[in-house]
């Protein structure tokens, strides 16, 4: 069974737990870097309590602009949305603890009583935690570091040739993109008759606004959803 694997951060886990043979990596979303003013996120961070990361990757682009500056964390309650390796990555650039939320209920709920927070979005703007932290806090203010565009035809054909049996998909975003392509690609056909595997409740929600069923792992984490995977096709 070949596994079509969404996310192009994910596919060298999953050809270490499934084997090269078994793995199509079919990236639907590239990921472009705004420009972003260092000194609006100075000033943002200045009078923050609370800090959150969406994603780690979003630490290394937030690094660049920031030219580390570590500093600035200093003081200030961190999280992150994507767990333990995000914390990691948040860490290795800003040398700061973060809590590692699993998803964006978890941070909201690590907020509650925040005075002021920052929220660095990655390649699409988090309205759900977005809107939960609007509610909890004083003031919320949003960064978002890249703009995610559908990537190109090359590598989203092979969501259909050869496609799979089996596709992962880690955010509502790419869900969108390879089913509304710009370029004509029998996407959902293709996924109607696969099993879906979505990295969460979200992922599943979207593949649902489609008609596509989906099953959802008991964890979002990479390496988690790669086992999860392994275990379907393995019977």
């Known amino acids: 069974m070949r596994v079509v694997v969404t996310s192009p951060r994910a596919v060298e886990l999953f050809v270490r737990v499934l084997g090269r043979e078994r793995v199509v990596a079919a990236p639907v979303v590239k990921l472009v870097p ?28 937030l690094a660049e ?23 990691v990555m948040v860490k290795n650039k800003f040398g700061v603890e973060a809590y590692p ?15 002021a927070a920052v929220v660095f979005h990655h390649g699409e703007f988090h309205r759900e935690l ?5 509610a909890l806090c004083g003031s919320v203010a949003h960064f978002q570091l890249y703009d ?4 190109d035809l090359d590598k989203m054909r092979l969501l259909v040739e050869p496609g799979g049996d089996v596709y992962v998909f880690f955010s509502g975003v790419a869900v969108e993109y390879a089913v509304e ?12 008759r696969a099993v879906n595997v979505a990295a969460g409740p979200a992922v599943a929600k979207a593949l ?15 390496g988690d959803v790669a086992k999860f995977v392994a275990s379907l096709i393995r019977g």
């Open 101 to 115: 939320g699993q998803t964006w209920e978890e941070v909201a709920a690590w907020a509650r009583g925040c005075g």
């Open 130 to 134: 977005a809107e939960a932290l609007e």
């Open 148 to 151: 995610a565009v559908p990537e």
């Open 208 to 222: 649902a606004k489609y008609g596509i069923e989906a099953v959802v792992p008991p964890s979002g984490r990479l």
């Open 181 to 192: 392509n710009p370029y004509g690609l029998p996407v959902a056909e293709r996924l109607r």
């Open 34 to 61: 705004r420009s972003i003013s260092a000194e609006e996120v100075a000033k943002a961070l200045a009078g923050a309590t609370h800090v959150v990361f969406v994603s780690g990757a979003v630490a290394y682009r």
């Open 65 to 87: 602009v920031l030219h580390g500056a570590g500093a600035l964390f200093a003081g200030r309650a961190v999280a992150t949305a994507e767990g333990a390796k995000g914390a």
